[in-house]
């Protein structure tokens, strides 16, 4: 009896709040990432072509905040349906939202969410292909064969689990805004969406540090699991010198201006967090102060660089 009062406690909550257990689903504090790509792909079409079309640039973004959206929904639904929810000790960083597991929202609700996210995304693409011409369409069959494969498929190998997230707020993104703006591509927005890309990799890498062990119980395949804390160190700060790389070899290449140097001034901070990273110690929950502050700078780097560059840009563009 007491489980079928709990199951019937868990369907009320569910009913009553699901709407904005769906909402949270989303994980919306992870949602700045979206509007750091985009206004770095609008930044760097504003410099190469003079100006920004506000109507392309809000429905640029209102994609990216859907796909961001539904692959986070749609990753929750995954792990609740494998079990991964139960075996996590969630942090506001990794972890995943915590809505199903403490019964907020039903899968279904999850689903249907996420289902209508990938509707509205593909209307929004559609537009955008009538506007601009079917050459942008490549960028949004990328971004929904993405949202659709991530968790129950290239979460499954540790480089394509790395480089999904790179791929989809690097070049997707960042040029696929640029494209809905110009109607063209060309080696400047191509070289910006290096920035995002490589942070947003850095990101999930560092972020699956406190979930390795869980990962592998349901068999997902990350870097920090199968590779080791002391080598997915190294890659994280690869990925994240590769974009500090980036900064400096478009300024040289006369890309953009030099104000985006604003962009290496959390360079430091990714020096220390580098660092700090390779003392991830495997009981970390018995002391998660520091590793929780490692994962916190990991944040602040990522959103902060592509949005000094892409302020730097706007800089230069002031008489």
């Known amino acids: 009896m ?33 509007v750091v790509s985009v206004a770095l792909g609008l930044a760097t079409a504003a410099h190469t072509r003079g100006r920004v079309d506000a109507a392309s640039a809000l429905l640029a973004l209102t994609g990216g905040l859907l796909a961001h959206g539904a692959v986070n929904v749609l990753n929750d639904w995954h792990d609740h349906r494998s079990g991964l929810d139960f075996l996590t000790c969630r942090t506001p960083f990794s972890g995943g939202s915590g809505t199903l597991t403490l019964g907020l929202a039903t899968p279904r609700q999850f689903l249907a969410m996420g289902m209508a996210c990938l509707t509205a995304l593909v ?6 292909a009538l506007n601009r011409g079917p050459c942008i369409i490549p960028f949004g069959m990328a971004g929904i064969a993405l949202l659709l494969a991530y968790t129950p498929y290239l979460t499954r190998r540790p480089l394509t689990g790395l480089a999904a997230p790179g791929l989809g707020f690097g070049p997707i993104m960042v ?46 395949r990350s870097y920090p ?73 990991n944040v602040i780097i990522v959103l902060l660089t592509p949005m000094l560059v892409a302020a730097g840009i706007a800089l230069a563009r002031l008489p």
């Open 225 to 297: 699991g199968v590779r080791g804390i002391r080598a997915s160190t190294r890659i994280y700060a690869g990925l994240l010198a590769a974009a500090y790389l980036a900064i400096l070899a478009g300024w040289a290449a006369g890309l953009w201006p030099p104000h985006v140097g604003l962009g290496l001034l959390t360079l430091p901070l990714a020096a220390r967090t580098a660092r700090g990273a390779g003392n991830w110690e495997a009981g970390w929950e018995a002391n998660p102060g520091p590793h929780l502050q490692l994962l916190a700078h």
């Open 175 to 220: 040029a696929g805004t640029y494209f809905a703006q110009t109607g063209d591509l060309g080696l400047t927005p191509l070289a910006a969406a290096i920035i995002p890309g490589t942070l947003s990799s850095a990101l999930l890498l560092l972020n699956q540090f406190p979930d390795q062990q869980a990962d592998a119980a349901v068999g997902r």
């Open 2 to 34: 007491r489980d079928a009062g709990d199951r019937s406690r868990v369907m009320t909550r569910a009913a009553t709040g699901g709407s904005l257990a769906c909402f949270l689903g989303m994980r919306p504090h992870f949602l700045p990432l979206t």
């Open 123 to 128: 209307l929004i693409g559609a537009y955008l």
